[in-house]
């Protein structure tokens, strides 16, 4: 088999030369409730092949000077929550979830939440003791970060178009393994902690996390890190723990090993460092990787046919973790949801005003295979190229609108035109995505 370059120096560690207590090797992630929802399909997924490579002949390579710019950017985003003395959000920005308790709120079955579970919820969430820790600290595993400090989803109502699961409004992001956290105070019950993290804050579950004193925080951040390049990875111990790991999870070299390592809680709560295996090739490399057609291609076909997770739910991705998480081993730091997203490029070319065929045409003169974004207010694609005169955009898309308010549901990243669904006689047009995108994203 051709071997697969991925990096300015692909790093391959061989069980031969180094044992290690933690393993990372290929695996899968655990079939759901998400696997059994809705996958139709329209007229451009199932014209247009849902595969990447044939887009990626026509991308603009990046220079390496480019890329470590981007790359130490990226960077200083990602370890941000260890440069802050506290959890930098206003009491408004921290309690602004508390809205649901007043709204008419359901479980994924239909029950109605209550107001008493709500009061409950607000005092266990204890923003008295706001900022009373202000620890630096780091994710043990992939898990979510919730709105209240509980796993329990909230909805609205599940029997509406466009509510119920996936939808639910607890979960407010995923968080994968490595990530570095400042951590405001406990729940009152001590089971949680409120965290900022790079792109997001929220609840974790105390289980998930270990604070880090300033020795860990130096070894770690050691301005040499790995990434996955391959998604739904397996790391295990001796110990048999394990977690699924997702692509564009960061890992720290080790400077004198050059092997990968990840975060351990001890008895004392505190993170300590454990060196990881690697015994399979091509699914971790140095960050960032180089930005040209086989690791471009490489990485976005992996994206292609996963469900739709609002908010990483049940370690899927939504439309704004697709785009992130494409970009990250590239180097190109984006951040969290579909809004702050259009802000991110260094070039924003606005599509309002135009005619349909005029958006078309500023879209395939003006948008880079790639390394374009295409917004539409609360979505976010990636634009693949052009087709036949259509652009074309990989996305992770919910369902197509209807005239009748319904949706035709996709529920899953697909690539299409920038009109899926066009063809379908009861499509509500002024919806179609042509029609709503408001600029084009450059990088």
């Known amino acids: 088999m051709k071997k697969i370059i991925l990096s300015f120096t692909l790093l391959i560690t061989f069980t031969s030369i180094v044992l290690a207590e933690a393993t990372l090797s290929l695996g899968e992630r655990s079939a759901s409730q998400i696997d059994t929802m809705q996958r139709n399909e329209v007229r451009d997924t199932l014209q247009i092949p849902q595969d990447t490579t044939p887009f990626v002949k026509n991308i603009t390579l990046m220079t390496r000077e480019e890329q470590l710019d981007y790359d130490q950017r990226y960077n200083e985003k990602f370890f941000s929550p260890w440069t802050q003395a506290s959890v930098e959000l206003s009491e408004g920005e921290k309690t602004w979830q508390f809205k649901y308790a007043k709204e008419k709120t359901y479980r994924v079955d239909g029950q109605r939440i209550s107001k008493s579970w709500y009061k409950t919820m607000i005092k266990n969430s204890n923003f008295q003791n706001a900022d009373t820790l202000n620890l630096p600290a780091i994710t043990l595993r992939h898990t979510d970060l919730h709105l209240f400090p509980t796993t329990k989803g909230i909805y609205y109502d599940p029997s509406r178009t466009g509510e119920g699961f996936p939808f639910d409004y607890n979960q407010n992001s995923s968080v994968y393994l490595n990530t570095p956290l400042m951590v405001s105070h406990y729940s009152l019950d001590k089971r949680w902690v409120y965290a900022q993290t790079p792109f997001a804050s929220g609840w974790l579950n105390i289980d998930d996390i270990a604070f880090v004193n300033t020795d860990f925080q130096q070894n770690f951040q050691n301005d040499d890190y790995a990434i996955t390049v391959k998604d739904n990875l397996n790391l295990s111990?001796?110990?048999?723990?394990?977690?699924?790991?997702?692509?564009?999870?960061?890992?720290?070299?080790?400077?004198?090993?050059?092997?990968?390592?990840?975060?351990?809680?001890?008895?004392?709560?505190?993170?300590?460092?454990?060196?990881?295996?690697?015994?399979?090739?091509?699914?971790?490399?140095?960050?960032?990787?180089?930005?040209?057609?086989?690791?471009?291609?490489y990485v976005s076909k992996q994206l292609v046919g996963e469900p739709y997770g609002w908010g990483g739910k049940e370690k899927c991705r939504d439309c704004s973790t697709l785009t992130r998480d494409f970009f990250a081993p590239f180097g190109i730091y984006l951040p969290r949801n579909s809004r702050q997203q259009a802000n991110a490029g260094i070039d924003f070319i606005s599509l309002k005003g135009l005619s349909t065929q005029q958006r078309k045409e500023s879209i395939i003169n003006n948008a880079k295979p790639f390394r374009s974004l295409l917004a539409v207010p609360g979505h976010i694609t990636l634009y693949l190229g052009e087709k036949e005169g259509e652009p074309i955009i990989l996305h992770n898309y919910w369902g197509v609108r209807l005239n009748d308010g319904s949706k035709r549901i996709m529920g899953r990243a697909i690539i299409t035109t920038t009109s899926p669904g066009a063809e379908l006689s009861n499509v509500k047009k002024k919806s179609m995505l042509i029609n709503t995108l408001t600029g084009i994203v450059n990088f």
């Open 237 to 297: 111990d001796d110990y048999g723990n394990n977690t699924l790991v997702k692509l564009g999870t960061i890992f720290p070299i080790d400077p004198t090993t050059k092997k990968y390592l990840i975060a351990k809680k001890d008895e004392n709560g505190y993170a300590q460092l454990e060196k990881v295996m690697v015994n399979d090739i091509d699914i971790i490399a140095q960050k960032p990787i180089k930005f040209n057609q086989f690791n471009v291609a």
